[in-house]
Every structure is written in structure tokens, then in C-alpha cells.
């Protein structure tokens, strides 16, 4: 169960990886794909993750308190770009490495800090949200009704693939944006939401979900007003489920973020970092859009 | 008073109602209440458990997890290839275990209630991640999906459900000695021990009726999103107290009726979709939900104080 | 009563320790089937201790309690009841939003299978109850919709249930302790022809009670405590007033009414044809320094109503008030005490001490902005402040001590203790002697005196109508929310303040 | 009695403490338990009103939004170049007002108090969303941020800042009138008001207080973070409300100590500290902080019951 014996047990080192939270699958995968190299390269690690995302203060919290048990390297996903950096300072006077993943540092509060980060491994959310908007546009021919499901109001990771999807449908003039609600990244929200959404504006064809959670969520909502197939649905992360319900013709997309391959390019990094290594600034971690052709 | 206090409610109902009628077209539509009904089920249902405990002077802030739990339990069950009989009970025992050590914590070793039920909502969540590493599980056959995409007439099922649980409820919390104890407990626990009644064993039963109730929310959530998640029912909790105290129980117990508490939960649930429908802006929308909560209980209290 | 048989309940050696104090330190009390056994003594002198040990509210230190000849373990309620021992206990005990019928039957209601419960024969049996007791009460009213009076005999309706309706035993023990606190004449009668009626039956009573003529109406033995330890048990027959008086309290207790009377001086307030929506109507009087106005009337007349809104509890929708020859308009009770108004609530419990806070707290809380410099209180200054008044009132705790933890006479004591030292001029005091011992009254007649004589002027409502005729010297009678009659101290009898209650001189 | 129970409490944390120690070296170490009493200021802090609130008989479910009202207000007066001491004064004024108003809901309103502060909950948070459309506002100077990295003797900043308030908010509490109405207010609303006692102002007062400290707390929080983020201090409630219950403060209200507040908030800022220590997995956490939570409070309630 618990490696309690872990920190500072044993002659392997530790790294600790601090997620955003656990209550997601794509953190969970994270954890997977770290655990995988971890095991493979003989190293502890040790996986701490705040209850709730936007929790910052938590996060910095769990920093401290790792930096007490003697950590080699600190791999975090921040909750916030710009909170997270005097938890960071922390890490760097005690001399411990930091790799970024998933969300970028705020470079200029970084800098002025004196944080440096030995590498950060991801894929941009803008990014995503960008690739999202521009794959609505193709395949629905540059004209469509959109309706948007959005994340926790407030919350940076949704607000940047919103805004890489709404860039992405101004520039095409035949995109109309009906509607944009959120769902608090949940499922049932995602389901509640969108069916009332659809209550508003029957004329919606195309709906993206700034998380496939609410994406499935909204799939059933379809299903429940009997129009499965004829709303594209679009989410992001491409969760299992997900990419079952695109399989299944249910929804038409995904973003994928690949999180296993962040978690074990992450530790490896770290591993890396720990052999005096020196890292690229950046490791971009391919995004793809999942649709049923190309898989 | 609880007549008053009620009616006063319906009136903070109706008001939001027609103002909503008059803001959008979309509003008065069968298909729309419908709508409501139906996601206002959840968040109903969970509330009857949590009116049974607040009038008992208590308060269950592990109805979100217990959802969880409960659904988990069921959809590791279907998945594993057990009928759906014994699935369903298995979730409603898993419910009704965790709801009756909430009440044995409370009632035998006299915790406050906050406290045993505040350990029970973090080990009960816990126990759900720990049991699925996290993830969801989903894919069910339509056999069990027919808990939410059925229908009775035009009523869909989880409607039908919420009905069925309000009715038997009710007459539970009216009709039995046992639902006269709910009021006489939280009214005057002392009193109702002198009186010879058995109160420990009656408030274990409480709290346990609240998990068995989150539990047959739990089977509606899961046929709904047609996936079992460890991580649902977030928040549940106090949605329910909202519910329960919109509709004019009081956190001191001994008062409240499940009639206020479904009015509370309906005001609620049209009050978000009505926000949807008018395409409120997200941050504008927690602004607009507090300060609509606020007048319509004030409007039923302004009501109440006019009648003394 | 015979003392051949075998004894309905014997009590044996009953001690009780509660941290810092012995309630009860080796009691004995002997009971026999059809008598009525007065247990007397001061408050605080542990007989509710020991009554709440028969019912099973308390477990016992040490003893042992027999009943019919066998040894009985009663470790609950549940088991006292089993044995047929019911207490209609001093602090009420019921539950406030549940039905009349609802509270009588607690834990009792006759069910139809299943647990769901028959209406039809609960409300009957409820009437058929209420009306064996003269009390015209719906039995669906909700508890909290009624007077303390009314609450009262629900509470007594409760002990004397007939069980064969219900669970459990026929009722061989019956206690009461102080049952006719709140009580006026009519119902005080009305009880004492049940009590002969039950000990008929061959039940037994433990009859608790401060009012001693109520001891020698319907008292055949009386068992008297002091700080805990049993100093008499005797026979009714064979024991004095006044010795029970001085068994009790251990001293000379004085004159019972020593009212002094002294000239009426200038007037200090006047009420004019106040009214109040389904309460009062028409009151129309006035209270001059160093008078005492007594306020007679039955259960329900609105004396209690009247006493609230003079204190600003409650507001007045017709007429007005005249205080110190100004028109003042109460908002809130502040606004009544800013006019040198002080209010001894009837109900201790609910209206007059926060049960929580300490002896000295509840005493100073009317006095916060006099004690405290700055907002600042400086340490032990409430303790300071009840010293004098918890020795003048004899009150039988530390200034310190939670008054949860009082027995009931003390609880009222540290009420009327809250007003003595302030400014007030105009006390309205409801029931101020409820649940009071005979020493302590006679204290509280000599404040009254006391007060009076420095210029204030007193409203005392009070359902004891000796009290109230021999300290009163003008008694307004109410009836239904209206002063039926006025009587100066000459004039008044029992029978015409009686008969004008009862509305018959309407 | 609230004596004993604070002890029980205090044992409670003691064997936490114990365990702790035995299980690992870092925890017993001066920079960890600096760590502790930091990590725990800002949950402690706000607990200081939220027992204020609840031993006057109500809750206080806004104080998490109000932490970010006030944040977002200080910051947004930090940015745009106002003086220090004006920013921190109109920080701690939106505390305050937004706590007076929940008070007025309440006293003058007459609401239940979980309906006026979930209401401002939502209202609060929704203003801070709309004011800064949802983004952080960040990057102060250095002059600001020396209140989270600054420290006295090695006492750091936020430390010095809790034990300032618990030291005033003790004396309030314990020595003057407004301290001792919130107590009768609790303990007797009708007796108090009886007594002379201006209830409703006190009350008003009360969540003004609520409110208040909450800024207080926003400040610490805002330092630290290095910025003010209209989404902080979600979930503070539930934490707050842990703590002053775990604490021995009777949600029934009229009993309560800051000193048990306090022990409360340690139990659980060393219990999170700890787990973090042990490496348990989050998951499993939960379970953890679960059970220890329970068992925790039932040790002071089994002391408790021993006495008697
Ligand atoms: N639960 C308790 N905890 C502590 N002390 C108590 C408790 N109950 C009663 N006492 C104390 O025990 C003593 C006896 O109290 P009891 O209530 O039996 O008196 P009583 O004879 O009924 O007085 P009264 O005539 O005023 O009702 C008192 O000193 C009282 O303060
Ligand atoms: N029979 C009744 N049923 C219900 N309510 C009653 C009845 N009689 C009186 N009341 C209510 O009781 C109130 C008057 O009681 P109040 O307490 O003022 O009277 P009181 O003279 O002090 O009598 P008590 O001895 O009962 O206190 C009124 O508000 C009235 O509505
Ligand atoms: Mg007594
Ligand atoms: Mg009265």
C-alpha cells in the first residue's frame, strides 16, 4: 500500500512527483506512466496530489513538506503558474532539481524569483484548444452552431483550450459560437448543462467540452434527446472512455494529451537531472487530435 | 407554521418560475420541465436522507461520498458479470452499511455528527478511488441503462424513482412511530429517551436511511452518465442541506417536511437550467444564484413573519 | 393505605455525587400502594436527584431500590417504565413540534403493524384523556403553540396515560415533582380529584412541591430532605406546619405574607386600552411608586402576553403606554429596560437563563455596559457583581457554577437576581416564586418589600392566589385578554377573584 | 467541562504527534514544525471567526469566498499602485462588509444563517470572477510579500500573524461584552434579547467579524501565493468548521473555546503534514485523514464521558 519506508530509505533515490489532484484520469494515467519508469530505473518515487485541482496553497504545502524528507528531484505539475513559484523557491534552496510538466511556469515571475526549472515536458492547453477549434472547422466544412462546456470558471487550464478553440473558430467566419456554459468539469454537470443547452438552442450541432469528463456527460444528454449522431461532440483528453465512445460513434473527437507519456518522459528526466545531465529547455509532448479514422 | 413555511417557498418557486417564463420561450416547454424533473432528481432524492437526519437534529456530510462508494460497488458488480438484482442490492447494502456507522459513530459514540459524518465523507471517497485506482468504470448493458432512459408514460424513469422514494418517504416520516421519533429526536432528544424510546437504535437507523437513500441515488446517477465514478457526488452534500433548508427544515431539527425539501430541491434545479437557458455568463451566474437563494427564502420568511 | 402489605418501592441508602457536590448522600424512602408521600425540602436539597434516579434519567452511586419485595436494576428510562414508574419531571419534557397527542404518547402509540401509527385511536385516546383532565386542548395542536400552563398538564397527561391503550405497564409509582408550579387554582383542583382517584386504584405517589397547603390536602406521609441526607420521615398527621417548615430549612422562617404596605407615590407607568391581535384587548391600568399591582386570571387569561409586551418582548398594535408620564413605544426589550422596566419571564428555561453560562454570567448579562470599561470586562468582575446577590438570595451554588447544573428553585433565584441590581424602577414579575422553597419565598416577599419601600413599583403575576392576596395591594383580574375586574387588597377574597376568572361576574 | 474538553482534544494531538514521531525522523524537526504551524495559519485563522459564528449558535459557509473577495481587492489595489496600508485597509473592508451583510441576512432578514452565507458563498465568488474575469492578478512587491516570507526571531510572518489573532480574538472572546453576548446569543437568543442585549446588532457584528478575519486571512494568503486568485479558498468552510468542531465547539452553539479552535487546526494541518511525510498514497489519504479525524474527537468524547 503505502511506501512509508520510502524517503530516505534504502540507497535508491527518491523523486517526488506532485500532481495537480488524483481525482482525474489524466492524472492517474500521469501517475501510471511515471510508476512504469520509476520501476524500470530503479528509482522511488513518490506521487503526492492535492484533493482538489485549483487548490494551490495545498500544493505548495505538499512541496514543503516533501522538501523535509530529503527528495533528490521535485517533478510538479503546477495548479498555478505564477502561486507555485515561492513553494519552488523553497526546493531550490534546498538544492533540489525541479521539472516542470503540463503547465508552464509564469517565465517572468520564474525569473525574478530565480527559480529555474531543469526542463518542462508537455503540450501547451492553448495549443489544443487551437488544434480542437481547427479540427470543428474542418470537418464541419467552416459552418456550424456551436455550443462550449467550460471547467471551473476561473480555472487556467480550462480557460487556455478555451481560448485556443474560440481563436480558432474567429477565424472562420462561418462559425457561430451559440452558446458557452459551464459544467465544473464534471460528468453529470456535463449532462445537465448541455441539456438544457440544447433546450435554448436546438439548432446546436457541434459541441466542445473543455474536458472529456463533461464531454461524456453531454454525449448522454444527446442520447437522451434522442440525437445521437446528428451533434458532433468534441472533447479533451482523450480519456478511455472517450475513446471508446469515438469508436462507438458517439463522439467525433478528442484531444489527446497523452499523460502516460508526460509521467514517463518526466521521471526519466528526472533521472536523468540526477546523472548531472544537461535537459532541453523544453520536451513538447505530441498533442493529437483522436478521431475514429485515424486510430 | 410548517404549512406557512412551505407555501412561502412555493411562492419563491413560482415567482422564479414565471420570471423565467417571461425571460425565455424555452423555459415553459413539456420537454424542458421534463428536463428539470429529471436532473433535479439527483440532488432531490439525496436530499430525503438528508431531511430525515436534519429534522433528527443531525447533519450527513458523506451523502456525496456514499453516492460514490454505492456507485462503485454497483459497477464493479455489473462488470464483473452479477445479475443486476444482486448488483443493486449489493450497492444499497454498501450505502446503508456506511450510513448506519455514521449513525452508530454519532448515536453510540456520541460524536457530533459533523465530525463522524466528515470522516465518513473523506474515508468513504477514499475507499471508492482506492477500490478503482482512480478511474471510472462504464459500459453497461441496456438492461440496467433502462433506470435512466426508460419511461413510465411520459414520466422518465429517474423521475419515476424520485417519486416512488418521496412517496414512501413520507409516509415513513408521517405514518410510523418511526418517523415520529426522526421529529421527537431532533425536538427534544432527552425528552424522547425519559420517554422510553429507544434513541441510539433509532438514530443509527436515521443515518443508515440516509446512506440506503444515497445509495438508490447512487444506481440513478450511474444508469445516468451510464458509468460509475469514484469521483461523483462531489459537492452532494451541500446541495442537500441547501435543498432541505430552502425548504424550510431547520439545521436545530425537530421541524421540516420533504414536501418543503422537494420545493427547495425544484428551486434549485429550474434556477441552473434557467441560467443555462438564458445563457448567463459563467462568473455571473454564481452571483446570480446566490443572491436568487437568498430572496426566495427571504421572500418565504417575510411571508411567515407577516402571518405571526 | 396500610403498612401490612409489602411495600410498592423501597429505596435504600441512594447516594449521588455529582462533580463538586453530593446530592444525595444515603436517602431512604419507603412507598406504599395508595398513599401520597410529599417529599419536601429546600431547593437544591437532591429530591429531584432522587426521583431522576427512580425513573432511570440518573444512575445511582451507591443503594438499592426495591419494588414489590424484588430487587430492581433500573439502568434506563426504558426499565423504570417497564416497572411502572412514571415522573412528570420538573423541567418539562417535551417535544416542541410535535402534536399534543404526539408528546402524551411518546414511545407509546398505538400502532396499527409495521410501526405506522393509528390516528384515529391516538387522538381518541388523547381526548378521552384531556378531558378526564378538564383540559380543552385539540389534540393535534402543535406543543409549541401553547402557554407553559397548558404544557404543563401535557406533561401530566403524559405520566397519567393509560397504558392498556398504549405499551407497556399499568402505572404503580407515580412522581411528580411540582406539578402545579405553573398551575392555577381550577387545575390544581382538578389534579388533586384525579390524585384521590388514582391512590383509589392503589397507586403510589411521590408528591414533590414547595405550595405547603397543597402537603396537608392531599399529602398521608412526608419524607423531608436537607443538603442531600433524609432528616424526617413522618406521618401527616403528626407533624406541624411549622415544624415541617423548620425541618426544612433548619432556621426560623418568618411571617408568610409580610407584605408592609407603604403610600402609594407618583405614578410610574400607565397602560391605555392596550391591545394586542389574538392576546390582549382593551388594558387599561396604571402602577404608582412603591405599589404592588397583582395580575390574577387562569391559564390562558394573557397575563404572561401582557407582561411581554409591557417588557418590549412582544409588540402592542392598539393603545399606549405611559411611562415616568411620557408615551414610550418598546421596539425591543432594551428599549423597555432603557425605561427602568425589568422582566422575570414565566418560562425559566426557554426565556430567562442562558443554561450554558455560568451563575455569575446570567446575572450580569443585563449589566454588561455598567460593568464592563471600554467594552472591556476586567477579570472577576461578574463574579464580584453576583457575589452579594447569590448570598442575598441564599442561592445554593458558586458564582461560578453553569446554571444547567441548579436545581430549579436555585435556577429561578439567579432569574430574579438578573434585575436587583440595575436601575429598574418597574419590575414585572411572572410566577416569580415558581418552583421557589418556603424560605426562599419569604425572601423574595421581603425583596418585594424592599423594593417598594426605595420607590419601585411591581407588576406581580402570580397563579398562587394566597401569594397573591396577601402581597398584592390591588389585584387586576384578566380574563380572555381583558381586566375582568379590579379588587383593592380590602376587598379581594379567593371567591371573587376566583369567580371573576372564570368570567362569571362578566 | 470546556476544559476537559479541550484536554481530551489536546491528546488527541498528542498521540497524533507520538505516532508521528515514531514513524518518521523528519517529522519531529524544527524546520518541519515550522512548516506545520505555517501550513496551518491560514486554515487557523479563518477558523477564528468561523468559531465566533458557531458559538453564537449560527455557521458561516462564505468565509472561503470572502478570502478571495478580499484577495482579489487587495491585489487589484496593489496593482494599480495604491499605497500599502490603503490596500490592506479596503481588503479587510470587503471582509467586513460582506460579513455585515450576511449578518443583517441573518439578524435583521431573519434567514437561517446556512441560506445567507451560502448565498453570499456563491455572490462573493461569483463578484470576484466578474471583477477579474477569472484570471489571477499577481506580481507584488517585495514591501507586501514580506508578510508570508518575512519573520520574526524564526517565527515566520504568517505564524506571527495567527498568534496576533488568537491572542486579540481570545481577549475579545473571554473579556469584554461583545465576547460574552456571543456566547449568550448561543447559548439563549430569547434570553439574551430579554436581558437588553441589542441581538440583532451583535449578530450583525458577528459575521461582520466572520468577515473580517477572513481578509485577514486573504492578506496571508495573498503574500504567499504571490497573488490574488478569484478561485481561492474553496472548500476553506468545510476545513474551518472541521477545525472548531473537532475543537470542542457545539455546533448547537452557546459553548467554545479559540484555544480548542486551535488544536483543531494543528490536529489537521499535522495530519496532512504527516501523511505527506509517510508518503501515503493520496488515495489512501483520504482513508487516513478519515479515520483519524474520528478517531481523534472520539478519544476527547470517551475522556469526556469518563469524567462525568
Ligand atoms: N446534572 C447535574 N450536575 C451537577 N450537579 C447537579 C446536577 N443535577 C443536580 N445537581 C445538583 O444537585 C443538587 C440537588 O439538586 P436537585 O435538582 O435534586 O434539587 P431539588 O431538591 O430538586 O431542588 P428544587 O426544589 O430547587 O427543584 C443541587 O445542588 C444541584 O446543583
Ligand atoms: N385554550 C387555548 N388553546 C390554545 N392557546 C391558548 C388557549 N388559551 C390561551 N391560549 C394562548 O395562550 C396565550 C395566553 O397565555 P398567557 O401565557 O399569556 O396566559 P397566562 O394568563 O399567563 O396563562 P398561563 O398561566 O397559561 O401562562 C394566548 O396567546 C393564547 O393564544
Ligand atoms: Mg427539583
Ligand atoms: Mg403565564
Redesign the interface.
Known amino acids: 500500500?503505502?511506501?512509508?519506508a520510502?524517503?530516505?530509505a534504502g540507497d535508491k533515490p527518491t523523486v517526488a512527483l506532485v500532481l495537480k489532484t488524483?481525482?482525474?484520469?489524466f492524472f492517474?494515467d500521469m501517475r501510471r506512466g511515471a510508476q512504469e519508469a520509476a520501476d524500470r530505473l530503479g528509482i522511488n518515487l513518490?506521487?503526492?496530489?492535492a484533493?482538489?485541482e485549483?487548490?494551490?496553497?495545498k500544493q505548495?504545502?505538499?512541496v514543503?513538506?516533501?522538501l523535509?524528507?530529503?527528495i533528490k528531484v521535485l517533478v510538479i505539475t503546477p495548479s498555478?503558474s505564477?502561486?507555485i513559484?515561492?513553494a519552488l523557491v523553497k526546493a531550490r534552496d534546498a538544492g533540489v532539481p525541479i521539472v516542470i510538466v503540463d503547465t508552464r511556469l509564469?517565465a517572468?515571475?520564474a525569473a525574478?524569483a530565480g527559480v529555474h526549472a531543469q526542463t518542462f515536458i508537455g503540450s501547451d492547453n492553448y495549443e489544443g484548444g487551437r488544434l480542437a477549434g481547427e479540427y470543428t472547422v474542418t470537418a464541419t466544412g467552416g459552418k456550424a452552431r456551436v455550443g462550449i462546456l467550460?471547467g471551473?470558471?476561473?480555472?487556467e487550464t480550462g480557460?487556455s483550450r478555451l481560448r485556443g478553440f474560440r481563436d480558432a473558430m474567429a477565424k472562420a467566419p462561418g462559425m457561430t459560437i451559440a452558446?458557452?456554459?459551464?459544467a465544473n468539469w464534471?460528468?453529470?454537470q456535463g449532462?445537465?448543462?448541455f441539456?438544457?443547452?440544447l433546450?435554448?438552442h436546438p439548432d446546436i450541432d457541434t459541441v466542445f467540452a473543455a474536458s472529456d469528463l463533461m464531454a461524456?456527460?453531454a454525449v448522454?444528454a444527446i442520447?437522451?434527446a434522442g440525437k445521437t449522431g446528428k451533434i458532433r461532440v468534441i472533447g479533451f483528453d482523450a480519456l478511455?472512455?472517450a475513446k471508446?465512445a469515438i469508436e462507438a460513434g458517439t463522439m467525433a473527437a478528442s484531444v489527446a494529451q497523452f499523460p502516460y507519456e508526460m509521467g514517463k518522459i518526466a521521471v526519466e528526466s528526472a533521472v536523468k537531472v540526477l546523472a548531472g545531465e544537461k535537459l532541453p529547455a523544453d520536451i513538447m509532448v505530441k498533442l493529437e487530435m483522436v478521431t475514429k479514422k485515424r486510430r | 407554521m410548517l404549512r406557512a413555511r412551505q407555501f412561502g417557498t412555493v411562492i419563491g418557486l413560482a415567482v422564479l418560475c414565471a420570471v423565467l417564463w417571461a425571460l425565455?420561450p424555452?423555459f415553459l416547454?413539456v420537454?424542458?420541465l421534463l428536463?428539470i424533473a429529471?436532473?433535479t432528481s439527483?440532488n432531490a432524492i439525496v436530499a430525503v436522507g438528508m431531511t430525515f437526519v436534519i429534522i433528527s437534529g443531525g447533519i450527513d456530510l458523506s451523502v456525496g461520498s456514499i453516492v460514490a462508494l454505492a456507485g462503485v460497488a454497483l459497477g464493479a458488480m455489473l462488470q464483473t458479470g452479477y445479475p443486476l438484482p444482486v448488483a443493486l442490492a449489493a450497492a444499497l447494502a454498501a450505502g446503508t452499511a456506511c450510513g448506519m456507522l455514521n449513525g452508530a459513530l454519532v448515536s453510540v459514540g456520541g460524536l457530533p455528527p459533523f465530525i463522524a459524518t466528515l470522516g465518513m465523507m473523506s474515508a468513504a471517497r477514499g475507499t471508492a478511488?482506492v477500490f478503482t485506482?482512480?478511474?471510472?468504470i462504464?459500459?453497461f448493458d441496456d438492461g440496467f441503462r433502462v433506470l435512466?432512459?426508460g419511461s413510465i408514460g411520459f414520466v422518465p424513469a429517474p423521475v419515476v424513482v424520485m417519486i416512488l422514494v418521496y412517496v414512501v418517504a413520507h409516509i415513513v416520516l408521517t405514518r410510523t412511530t418511526f418517523g415520529r421519533y426522526v421529529y421527537a429526536i431532533g425536538g427534544n432528544e432527552e425528552a424522547t429517551r425519559l420517554s422510553g424510546v429507544a434513541v441510539r437504535f433509532h438514530k443509527t437507523l436515521i443515518y443508515g436511511t440516509s446512506g440506503l437513500i444515497s445509495a438508490v441515488a447512487a444506481i440513478v446517477?450511474t444508469a445516468?452518465?451510464?458509468?460509475a465514478?469514484?469521483?461523483?457526488g462531489?459537492m452532494y452534500e451541500l446541495d442537500a442541506i441547501a435543498a432541505t433548508v430552502i425548504g424550510g427544515t431547520s439545521l436545530m431539527g425537530g421541524q421540516g417536511t420533504l414536501a418543503g425539501t422537494l420545493v427547495g430541491a425544484l428551486i434549485m434545479g429550474v434556477l441552473?437550467?434557467g441560467?443555462?437557458?438564458?445563457?448567463v455568463?459563467?462568473?455571473l451566474?454564481?452571483i446570480v444564484i446566490g443572491v436568487v437563494i437568498v430572496s426566495a427564502v427571504l421572500v418565504d420568511t417575510m411571508l411567515k413573519r407577516h402571518k405571526e | 393505605m396500610t403498612t401490612a402489605e409489602p411495600p410498592v418501592l423501597e429505596m435504600r441508602g441512594i447516594r449521588k455525587a455529582f462533580p463538586g457536590v453530593v446530592a444525595l448522600d444515603g436517602v431512604d424512602l419507603t412507598l406504599h400502594a395508595g398513599e401520597v408521600h410529599m417529599l419536601l425540602g429546600e431547593n437544591g436539597a437532591g429530591k429531584s436527584t432522587l426521583m431522576k434516579i427512580l425513573s432511570g434519567a440518573y444512575r445511582k452511586d451507591a443503594g438499592e431500590i426495591r419494588v414489590l419485595g424484588r430487587d430492581v436494576d433500573i439502568q434506563s428510562p426504558r426499565d423504570a417504565l417497564a416497572l411502572g414508574i412514571r415522573v412528570i419531571y420538573q423541567e418539562l419534557n417535551l417535544v416542541p413540534h410535535l402534536s399534543v397527542a404526539e408528546n402524551i404518547f411518546l414511545g407509546a402509540a398505538p400502532t396499527r403493524g409495521l410501526g405506522v401509527i393509528d390516528w384515529r385511536r391516538l387522538f381518541g385516546n388523547t381526548s378521552r384523556l384531556l378531558n378526564d383532565l378538564g383540559m380543552d386542548l385539540a389534540p393535534a395542536t402543535p406543543l409549541h403553540r401553547l402557554s407553559l400552563a397548558q404544557r404543563q398538564m401535557v406533561e401530566i397527561a403524559k405520566a397519567l396515560k393509560d397504558p392498556s391503550t398504549g405499551s407497556g405497564q399499568v402505572a404503580k409509582i407515580l412522581v411528580m415533582d411540582e406539578p402545579t408550579s405553573a398551575l392555577t387554582s381550577r387545575e390544581v383542583d382538578r389534579l388533586f380529584a384525579l390524585i384521590a382517584r388514582l391512590i383509589a386504584g392503589g397507586v403510589a405517589i411521590v408528591y414533590i412541591t414547595h405550595r405547603l397547603d397543597e402537603v396537608y390536602r392531599i399529602g398521608h406521609r412526608v419524607s423531608v430532605l436537607r443538603d442531600g441526607r433524609q432528616v424526617a420521615t413522618k406521618r401527616l398527621s403528626e407533624v406541624t406546619v411549622a415544624e415541617l417548615v423548620r425541618l426544612m430549612a433548619n432556621r426560623e422562617v418568618g411571617d408568610h405574607f409580610p407584605r408592609q404596605r407603604t403610600a402609594p407615590g407618583a405614578e410610574l407607568l400607565r397602560v391605555e386600552q392596550l391591545g394586542r391581535r389574538g392576546a390582549l384587548s382593551d388594558i387599561s391600568f396604571s402602577l404608582r411608586s412603591g405599589e404592588v399591582v397583582g395580575i390574577a386570571g387562569l391559564l390562558g387569561a394573557g397575563r404572561s402576553e401582557l407582561a411581554r409586551v409591557l417588557a418590549g418582548a412582544d409588540r402592542s398594535d392598539a393603545g399606549r403606554v405611559v411611562c415616568h408620564g411620557q408615551i414610550v413605544k418598546f421596539r425591543t426589550p432594551a428599549d423597555a429596560i432603557r425605561q427602568g422596566i425589568g422582566l422575570l419571564p414565566e418560562d425559566r428555561k426557554a426565556e430567562g437563563l442562558v443554561a450554558g453560562l455560568t451563575v455569575a454570567r446570567n446575572l450580569a448579562l443585563p449589566h454588561g455596559r455598567k460593568l464592563a470599561r471600554a467594552g472591556f470586562l476586567p477579570r472577576g468582575c461578574e463574579e464580584r457583581f453576583a457575589e452579594p446577590i447569590v448570598k442575598d438570595l441564599r442561592v445554593k451554588a458558586t458564582p461560578t457554577q453553569p446554571v444547567r447544573l441548579l436545581s430549579g428553585g436555585n435556577q429561578q433565584k439567579v432569574v430574579l437576581g438578573k434585575w436587583l441590581a440595575g436601575d429598574a424602577r418597574i419590575f414585572i414579575f411572572d410566577e416569580p416564586t415558581r418552583g421557589v422553597d418556603v424560605g426562599a419565598k419569604v425572601e423574595i416577599y421581603h425583596l418585594i418589600n424592599r423594593l417598594t419601600a426605595s420607590g419601585a413599583g411591581i407588576i406581580m403575576i402570580s397563579s398562587e392566589l394566597p401569594e397573591l392576596l396577601g402581597m398584592s395591594d390591588r389585584i387586576l383580574v384578566m380574563c380572555r385578554g381583558r381586566i375582568q375586574a379590579e379588587f383593592s387588597a380590602a376587598d379581594a377574597t379567593q371567591e371573587r377573584v376566583l369567580s371573576a376568572a372564570l368570567g362569571l361576574a362578566c
Open positions: 500500500s503505502c511506501n512509508r520510502a524517503p530516505g488524483l481525482n482525474h484520469p492517474v513518490q506521487v503526492q496530489a484533493e482538489r485549483v487548490d494551490v496553497d505548495m504545502q505538499i514543503e513538506n516533501l523535509q524528507t530529503g498555478g505564477r502561486e513559484i515561492s509564469d517572468k515571475a525574478d467550460e471551473i470558471p476561473g480555472h480557460d452558446a458557452s456554459q459551464p464534471e460528468r453529470d449532462f445537465n448543462v441539456q438544457n443547452m433546450q435554448a461524456l456527460g448522454e442520447a437522451a478511455d472512455d471508446q | 425565455t424555452h416547454t420537454s424542458n428536463n429529471q436532473q439527483i478511488l485506482e482512480g478511474r471510472p462504464s459500459g435512466a432512459t446517477l445516468r452518465l451510464n458509468s465514478q469514484p469521483i461523483a462531489m441552473r437550467n441560467l443555462n437557458l438564458l445563457g455568463s459563467s462568473f451566474q454564481q
